[in-house]
């Protein structure tokens, strides 16, 4: 699949904007405005910097979907998406953190949820339930099911996917983004060894998660 460029085509809309609006605030001898419209051209160039990730080699291995840190690890029952108790992994991603996300395993993509809600504080336990999500459940190539689920924050107001149901994707591949601060939960089948705790930070499509059962 694409998505492969340096800066998310998401991002070059909103560059360009800033960048013409510092191109005509320093025309208007605005200098003070320009500087300020040129400083956002370059902040959004960071936030939608999409670099290159090698994911680790192995079975059953599950790595990070998301750059952040981690905010919960622990067993739940997960009504919603893979409708059993699973072990729940929630990495939050603040706006200095790269919001492109990647697969956690290789495998074919089940189904697609995505559910309207709120916009609090993507670090809050109540995210997860109230705001804003599309969550996606992946038959994994050994047969185990998992879910990943892209959760809109306070300030993001748009959730890309680019994947369907039915496509089959690689473990560390992009599979969507999610502008402007969020966070991602991962649910894994109950067993799997897990390989971080809270507090540790992620690089999507890098850091192991867990090992599958």
């Excluded at 991002?11 to 960048?19: E, K, R, S, T």
């Excluded at 990730?53 to 059953?60: E, F, H, K, N």
């Excluded at 690689?170 to 705790?197: A, N």
Aim: hydrophobic share 50%; glycine share 10%; net charge positive.
């Amino acid at each position: 699949m694409g998505h492969a460029s340096i800066i998310a085509a998401e991002g070059l809309p909103v560059i360009a904007v800033f960048m013409a609006v510092a191109g005509a605030f320093w025309a208007l001898g605005w200098h003070k405005a320009a500087a300020i419209a040129a400083a956002l051209s370059v902040f959004a160039l960071w936030f939608f910097r999409n670099p290159e990730r090698y994911a680790p080699q192995g079975d059953r291995m599950v790595i990070a979907p998301a750059d952040g840190k981690v905010i919960f690890v622990g067993e739940v029952d997960d009504t919603r998406h893979l409708k059993s108790r699973a072990v729940k992994v929630s990495i939050f991603m603040n706006v200095f953190n790269v919001h492109v996300n990647r697969a956690p395993e290789t495998g074919k993509i089940e189904s697609i949820l995505y559910n309207p809600g709120k916009f609090v504080s993507a670090n809050l336990d109540k995210a997860s339930l109230d705001n804003e999500q599309n969550g996606l459940v992946m038959v994994t190539d050994t047969g185990h099911r998992l879910a990943f689920v892209q959760i809109a924050g306070l300030v993001a107001r748009r959730i890309v996917c680019w994947v369907k149901p039915g496509d089959h994707i690689k473990r560390g591949e992009r599979f969507g983004m999610i502008m402007f601060g969020s966070r991602v939960d991962v649910y894994l089948p109950v067993g799997t060894e897990m390989k971080i705790r809270p507090g540790d930070k992620t690089a999507a499509g890098e850091t192991v998660l867990g090992v599958l059962p």
